[in-house]
């Protein structure tokens, strides 16, 4: 199931992330990819908004990996939230080195540029595209968003 969001501007982008928080669980993968400047890491602001996520959320292009506490949606079970930059890699190998999958099977685990590591989303993650669409004007995105079986499902009722 694929989602479509419309966004003409960073703030709709970000609350789009945040109402995404709500589908993540223990354990859950959020897959990222769009252009340079599309957007991925103003979305995952967001997303960290809603995880309730208080530290100032930044991009990891340099430190690679992000660490960040935050609590699941609806519950007071905390949530331990990694996040990645995979820009300079070019291999899943390379995600594991930079240590993305060290943090225990209940992270939340988000990783921008995700194509450049991995073909294909693993089986029950969340795939975020975001498209810069300049032919229409220079703050208009669209965001994908798709996910398999029930989540997908919900998501799609979510934004309808
Ligand atoms: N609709 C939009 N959604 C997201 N960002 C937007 C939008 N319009 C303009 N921008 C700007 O584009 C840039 C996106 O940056 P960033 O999230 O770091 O991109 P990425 O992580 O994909 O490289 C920000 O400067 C943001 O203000
Ligand atoms: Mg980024």
């Given at each position: ?7 003409k501007s ?36 967001g ?7 208080s530290?100032n ?6 430190a ?28 899943l190998?390379d ?5 993305f ?14 194509g ?9 993650s ?23 079986g ?5 998501i ?5």
């Amino acid at each position: 199931m694929t989602v479509k969001v419309i966004s003409k501007s960073s703030k709709k982008t970000g609350n789009t992330g945040e109402k995404i928080a709500r589908f993540l669980r223990p354990g859950s993968l959020v897959l990222l990819d769009g252009d340079l400047g599309a957007g991925k890491t103003v979305f995952v602001k967001g997303l960290c908004r809603g995880l309730g996520v208080s530290e100032n959320v930044t991009s990891p292009t340099f430190a690679l990996i992000n660490i960040y506490k935050g609590v699941f949606p609806g519950s007071s079970e905390k949530a331990e939230i990694v996040h990645c930059d995979a820009y300079r890699l070019s291999s899943l190998e390379d995600l594991y080195d930079a240590g993305f999958f060290d943090f225990g099977e209940d992270a939340v685990l988000i990783c921008e540029w995700a194509g450049n590591v991995m073909k294909e989303p693993p089986m029950g993650s969340i795939s975020v595209n975001i498209v810069r669409r300049d032919d229409i004007s220079k703050n208009y995105r669209e965001i994908y968003i798709s996910a398999e079986g029930e989540e997908g499902e919900l998501i799609e009722k979510a934004f309808h």
